[in-house]
């Protein structure tokens, strides 16, 4: 009865065949990927330490026979562009936007998924329905009262009109619904409110999440362009993408300038992502989406 119960297996079928076939094909695509996706990479590294007579030759290189390391030096000597100051100014607003966006959305999403209030629906529900406002709609009148303030190159222009992400306040309340009640009712039992919970118990426990948060908003914050643009008049103001747009322009193209430009301008974020790879998967994972 045993042998009659049992599948027939083909002749030569060998055990764990398929398996191999399936991860070989699965490292063929991934490798494939992974090359098409460097090739962005090693054009900007290739065209950053070529001359424009290079980079605009018929013939193809790999990498220029004598790279033109002169090119960075270049770039930081360039009177018109303040690339250091640029540089410095990405990173003063990408990081005061991140702090910024975590206080203030982290303890929205807070409020919003676990104070008890009747119209915490319906707050929630209007917070969702800024993400369907097209951004040109808010842009005229943020620009105005921008104005009227006397932030313009400013960093209180280039920051503050950025800080609520409704984004990253549905990515916080998801999160906060599924954080376990058990911690916070322990701490309630020790005299915290919500405040003191939120600080002492739920931020030490969700590092992975804002770690994942801080990642995205920080890129976010040092790839944009067009509000720096508008608010930046003053070159002091600039951003590092703003400078980069100065080396693009109808009257005149450096091309070997622009590229050691946009290599020196990505690896901040390089460094960021190779160091909170980990904390930005896990944080993705947990934030609830699925419920």
Known sequence: MATATQHKR?????????????????????????VLFLIPFYLIVRNAFATDAEITAPGWMWFSASPAWQNIVDLFNDPAVPMARSLLNSAIVAVTTTVGTLLLCTTAGYGLARIPYRHANKVFYLILATLMI???????????????????S????????????????????????????????????????????????????????????????FVGAWNSFLWPLVIGRSPDAWTVQVALSTFLTAQTVSLSQLFVAALVAILPLVFVFLFMQRFLVQGVAQTGLKG
Do not use: H
């Open 10 to 34: 083909p002749a030569g079928y060998k055990p764990g065949v398929g398996t191999k076939s399936a991860q070989a094909a699965n490292l063929v695509i991934l490798s494939v990927l992974a």
């Open 134 to 152: 097209p951004g040109a709609v808010t842009f005229v009148p943020s620009f105005v009262m921008v104005s009227s303030l006397g932030w313009i």
């Open 154 to 217: 400013d960093f209180r222009g280039l920051i503050i009109p950025t800080l609520f992400n409704g984004f990253v306040t549905f990515l916080c309340r998801q999160y906060f619904l599924s954080f376990p009640r058990e911690l916070e009712e322990a701490a309630r039992v020790d005299g915290l409110g919500y405040w003191g919970s939120f600080w002492r118990i739920v931020v030490p426990n969700s590092g992975n999440f804002l770690a994942a948060i801080a990642v995205i908003t």
